[in-house]
């Protein structure tokens, strides 16, 4: 984007709009000359991103992130439509217009200061006449107010766009300053600069532009002064000298015959302009000069004039040796896209980053795709490792911008001696070139940013950091190296094994997981395809994993392979066999993943550790933030970093840690952590689970006076659901995660927790069609942990396992269970329970068989609530007499009684609405769509079962949903439309999955007609 040098004013009103939106300082918007008062903070922020980017589209995402970062609203999407509406009321109607993909600020980089800052800059860098570039400059630093974005809530600008703005401030700063130098005009550069060293007392090039102003102004004296106060600041916060141009400068200034400003400071670098080439060349020997591509080296930093080194010549070959790849095609494909161009010197950076774990194979990776396409690269490949995570200290850009220019051929007396010189050299010597640069092992966006080629650079980056920065503003592609497929895992598992001289043997698992047949070759032990699938996930499919296991088995080829593997289950055998290779530490999983482990801040190395014990399953900010005893938020800005990292994988917001990280991290646990800590953290982690669970089941299916769960630990803040649907969502995640920790709980011997997590987990688990597998198991722990308790505990446990059995088809078991269950609450005196436990067991006898026990046990059920609602004792459970009423008008039904069972219902269901027990309200909507089919009033039994179909469906109810199915499909045939009930039916068979469930025979004969 380039600006006409318009001045000041004039320069807003170029497009002919009457907004102009100032960011360089404290946030302003003016309208036709009159400020706009924009009270929110966030409003402002929306504003600045939009602004920041006008005139292009802008994601909802995209200003979410600026704006909210790592704490984003419940519906992002939603509060940025309500924030822009707000936005538009104070501007133009038409200044925000909502394109596809996001929204416009339709304004010209003229109204936007910040933009037209830039533009001026980049026009300044353009100009070969040194008179309109001191006035371009110019122009822009007058547009300069202080710190931008002041008084705006946008994390992401502050982070990346203050500082980056703030060095391009600084540069053109420098840069008028040796402007003014060069042609003899001392004016008020002076006194700006001064400002600004005390804004940046360690920035070397602002002290020595203002050294060379004073001496130039005839102020010796004073320049002498500076240089002893920067000279002082340096020792004390650094402890260190200055630095070889300023001390070149000292000595002039105590020299009376030299000239203080003899350098040539046109020449020199500053970041706000890019620095000058040197005169091109006119012999005729030579022909004209082509800028950079002519292979002329510019003067140093200091502004000595070079002769010029040829470089023209010179072609880095600098990749390390290329190895064999097994699999990675869809990421070559994808490296071969991102590249490829009709045009290989076509403008603009290409920058692509690869990002993953370590020992996913990123460098291998890299290296091979370099090595396969060195023809699109003709004038080299420069490989640098600047070490982001590794045994030894990064290499930082100064020393890299070194070695790369060394490697392009230029002297070490004319490397210039600054970051910011020695980049603008490097970005000079490429322009033009088709070469490739790959910076390997990056640790953060910081490190590998003045490493960007410019122009038409092709940069290929490696890092375990996802590197949103450089994607965000240096547009890089990010490609993921993840996991090998399952079938490139044994094939190279297969490949290492036989050169080591194993026998790989070809059956059926390995046909499976790798989609052919493995060659056999001479070995000493065959290695079956189902042991190197096994082991092949014990890897987590790792390159580097893999190979080193390989290794293992090859060491230990004397004992059996798959006794070998059996012992690598054992998580900490795993890692230690993935250790102890004495090939060095690249050649250690451990050692790679301390790396990354020595890259966090005390905080976050904390929550890595403390977690390990958390859960194997994904986890969420809230659960973490209770572990760690730290407010989500900040959890969540943890975690995120965590992820940003490789240490754990983030998935849609919830969070995951690879087996051999989480296995790591449980090692450095014991090893850092005392064992009352980890005791604490863990517990948390229960409780958070508990009384989650406990909320969501209460939100589900709501009971009265029920017996309340263990008081909450210190730190622990659980879930809380404002709707049924929140609360049904959240079990459906967390099923997995709930049994584990069920189980763990009556591993630690904490059984009032065990009992009270059966209990509520059952009560969810009731409602759907789902892991039927996990509710007999669960109640089964509930009942081991309340035989440790008391009567009470136990005959709530047991009515749990006997809906539990009744769910998964076991009826008679599910009879003797809450028979059981019943002797205890009615021993106990405990009435309301008796209530709630004789409806369980009418609903196990309506499914054995025995309608008339189950009419029995439901009148008894009314019976026993009537007695509590006339004296309501303490009761573990209170009586839900919608639920009676509904389960009876089921079995009258099911008995032919259909006037009573529709009364019954009928009853049931004004009872549920009048409690907002919605799951009962769709069951009874459900029964009396079968009773009015059987009766033959089919439409009332249509519109029964929609109304049912669409409750049932809001709750996550489909045990009952397949009910209404099953109605439908017979309503099909009733009406003669078998093939109108072919959706039911489809339905009714997928929630079923492949469950025993009595229910489809019953679906396969509706269907039959």
């Known amino acids: 984007m380039t600006a006409t040098p318009n001045s000041g004013a004039a320069a807003w009103q170029q497009d002919g709009r009457d907004v102009r939106i100032a960011l360089l300082g404290p946030f302003e918007v003016l309208r036709d000359g009159f400020p706009v008062l924009v009270t929110s903070e966030r409003l402002r922020g929306v504003l600045a991103v939009l602004a920041a980017s006008a005139a292009r589209t802008v994601s909802a995402d995209v200003i979410g992130e600026h704006v909210w970062g790592d704490a984003p609203p419940v519906n992002l999407r939603r509060t940025v439509q309500t924030g822009i509406a707000r936005l538009r009321a104070m501007l133009p109607d038409d200044a925000i217009v909502r394109r596809p993909g996001g929204y416009v600020l339709d304004l010209g980089p003229g109204q936007v200061d910040a933009l037209r800052f830039e533009a001026l800059l980049d026009e300044a860098a353009a100009i070969a006449d040194p008179h309109t570039e001191r006035k371009l400059v110019g122009q822009a630093l007058e547009l300069w107010r202080g710190v931008p974005y002041l008084g705006v809530e946008a994390r992401a600008l502050a982070s990346v766009e203050v500082p980056r703005l703030t060095e391009r401030y600084l540069g053109a700063l420098e840069r008028a300053a040796d402007l003014s130098l060069a042609a003899g005009e001392i004016d008020e550069s002076a006194a700006r600069l001064r400002a600004e060293t005390a804004r940046h007392p360690l920035r070397e090039s602002l002290w020595a532009r203002l050294l060379r102003l004073l001496a130039a102004a005839g102020r010796t004296a004073e320049a002498l002064a500076t240089y002893d106060d920067v000279r002082r600041r340096l020792a004390d916060e650094l402890g260190a000298d200055p630095g070889p141009e300023l001390r070149r400068l000292h000595a002039e200034l105590l020299d009376p015959g030299a000239d203080p400003v003899a350098a040539d400071p046109v020449t020199s670098s500053a970041p706000g302009v890019p620095p000058r080439a040197p005169v091109p060349s006119t012999d005729p020997a030579r022909g004209p000069a082509s800028g950079p591509a002519s292979g002329v080296v510019p003067g140093s930093a200091s502004g000595s004039a070079s002769a010029g080194v040829d470089v023209g010549a010179v072609r880095p070959r600098q990749l390390p040796a290329d190895i064999e790849l097994v699999g990675r095609a869809g990421l070559l494909e994808a490296l071969d896209e991102a590249f490829r161009t009709d045009d290989p010197a076509a403008p603009g950076t290409v920058a692509v980053a690869m990002t993953g774990q370590g020992g996913a194979g990123k460098t291998a990776l890299a290296v091979h795709w370099a090595h396969r396409r060195q023809e699109w690269f003709p004038d080299g490949q420069i490989f640098v490792d600047l070490r982001g995570f590794a045994d030894r200290r990064p290499v930082e850009p100064l020393t890299a911008l070194g070695e790369v220019l060394g490697s392009l051929g230029v002297p070490p007396d004319q490397v210039p001696a600054g970051v910011d010189a020695r ?587």
């Not at 539990?804 to 021993?827: F, I, K, M, P, T």
């Open 423 to 1009: 980049a603008a050299l490097y970005r000079t010597l490429l322009a033009g070139r088709r070469l490739l640069v790959v910076l390997d092992n990056v640790r953060d966006s910081e490190q590998v940013r003045p490493l960007l080629p410019g122009a038409a650079g092709r940069v290929l980056v490696t890092s375990r950091s996802t590197l949103r920065g450089l994607s965000a503003r240096e547009g890089a592609r990010r490609i993921t190296v993840d996991q090998l497929p399952a079938a490139d895992a044994v094939a190279l598992l297969g490949e290492r094994l036989r050169r080591h001289g194993l026998t790989v043997g070809p059956d059926d698992a390995t046909t499976a997981a790798a989609g052919e047949g493995s060659d056999s070759s001479a070995g000493e032990i065959p290695i079956d395809g189902v042991t190197l699938a096994e082991l092949a996930e014990l890897c987590e499919r790792l390159p580097l994993a893999l190979v080193i296991a390989a290794e293992y088995l090859a060491r230990h080829r004397d004992l059996d392979p798959s006794a070998l593997v059996r012992e690598l289950r054992d998580g900490r055998t795993r890692l230690e066999a993935l250790d102890d290779l004495g090939d060095g530490p690249t050649a250690s999983v451990r050692a790679v993943l301390s790396w990354s482990y020595a890259a966090l801040d005390p905080e976050a190395a904390r929550a890595f550790r403390l977690l390990a014990h958390l859960t194997p399953f994904e986890f969420s900010a809230e659960l973490a933030g209770s572990v760690a005893a730290r407010p989500v938020p900040d959890m969540r800005r943890l975690l995120d970093h965590l992820a940003d990292l490789s240490l754990l994988a983030s998935v849609r917001g919830r969070y995951r840690f690879h087996d051999l990280v989480r296995v790591y991290a449980a090692v450095l646990c014991e090893a850092t952590d005392d064992g009352e800590e980890r005791w604490a953290a863990s517990i948390r982690g229960l409780d958070w689970y508990l009384h989650s669970v406990c909320n969501a089941a209460q939100r589900l299916r709501p009971r009265r006076q029920e017996y309340p769960p263990p008081a909450l630990t210190p730190g622990v803040r659980p879930m809380a659901f404002d709707d049924p649907e929140s609360a049904r969502d959240w079990c459906v995640t967390e099923h997995r995660a709930l049994a584990f920790a069920t189980q763990r709980a009556y591993d630690f011997g904490r059984y009032e927790q065990t009992w009270r997590l059966a209990w509520d987990f059952g009560r969810v688990l009731l409602i759907g069609t789902a892991h039927r597998d996990l509710r007999v198991a669960v109640a089964r722990l509930g009942v081991a942990a309340a035989e440790h308790l008391g009567a009470a505990a136990l005959y709530i446990a047991q009515s749990n396992l006997g809906n539990a059995y009744q769910r998964s088809g076991d009826s008679l078991e599910a009879v003797a269970c809450l028979r059981e269950a019943l002797a205890g609450c009615r021993a106990a005196g405990d009435v309301g329970t008796e209530s709630a436990v004789l409806v369980n067991l009418a609903i196990a006898q309506n499914r054995a068989g025995d309608k008339e026990g189950a009419v029995g046990s439901c009148r008894a059920a009314l019976e026993a609530a009537a007695r509590w609602e006339a004296d309501p004792a303490p009761a573990m459970i209170a009586p839900a007499v919608a639920v009676c009423h509904f389960n009876l008008g089921h079995a009258l039904v099911e008995l032919g009684r259909f006037d009573e069972g529709i009364a019954e219902t009928r009853t049931a269901l004004e009872l549920s609405r009048r409690d907002g027990h919605r799951i009962i309200e769709g069951l009874c909507l459900s029964s009396l769509a079968e009773a009015h089919l059987l009766t033959g009033d089919l439409d009332r039994a249509e519109t029964c079962a929609a109304e049912a179909k669409t409750v049932l469906r809001t709750m996550g109810a489909t045990d009952g949903l397949v009910d209404v199915l099953l109605t439908e499909v017979r309503l099909g045939s009733a009406r003669g439309r078998p093939g109108d009930a072919r959706p039911a039916y489809d339905e009714a068979l997928r929630l079923l999955g492949s469950s025993p469930d009595p229910r489809r025979d019953l679906l396969d004969a509706a269907m039959a007609g």
